[in-house]
């Protein structure tokens, strides 16, 4: 079974900046990021596929995070810039196997086999 551990997040003002990792127990090639604020449901906010060097973002996030997997490392990262309040939320990382792993649907929660336990963020204005 593949663990995924998210860390990184905190408390940012309004234009700040943070970045989430997330430690991957084996190396995965096809990966994401996910949130969930408080009363809404998850939802995508960015995806990788290593080796074809393929990225999506949500359009919300656009301009302003950056998605990145260290292979050696198995380590993925979420650079948030410019965050605003509405960037707060629960941050989970998850990955994907198999099949779905080159399948597209970067952002459906249930293509993705392994979440991590999520990390908070939160954006003061």
């Known amino acids: 079974r593949v663990q995924l551990v998210e860390s990184g997040g905190g408390s940012v003002q309004s234009g700040g900046s943070l970045t989430l990792s997330c430690q991957a127990s084996m190396y995965m090639a096809c990966m994401g990021w996910f949130r969930q604020a408080p009363g809404k449901e998850r939802e995508g906010v960015a995806a990788t596929v290593t080796g074809r060097g393929s990225t999506y973002y949500a359009d919300s996030v656009k301009g302003r995070f950056t998605i990145s997997q260290d292979n050696a490392k198995k380590t993925l990262y979420l650079q948030m810039n410019s965050l605003k309040p509405e960037d707060t939320a629960m941050y989970y990382c998850?990955?994907?196997?198999?099949?779905?792993?080159?399948?597209?649907?970067?952002?459906?929660?249930?293509?993705?086999?392994?979440w991590g336990q999520g990390i908070e963020v939160t954006v003061s204005s």
């Open positions: 998850a990955a994907k196997e198999g099949i779905d792993c080159y399948a597209g649907a970067w952002f459906v929660l249930n293509r993705y086999k392994y």
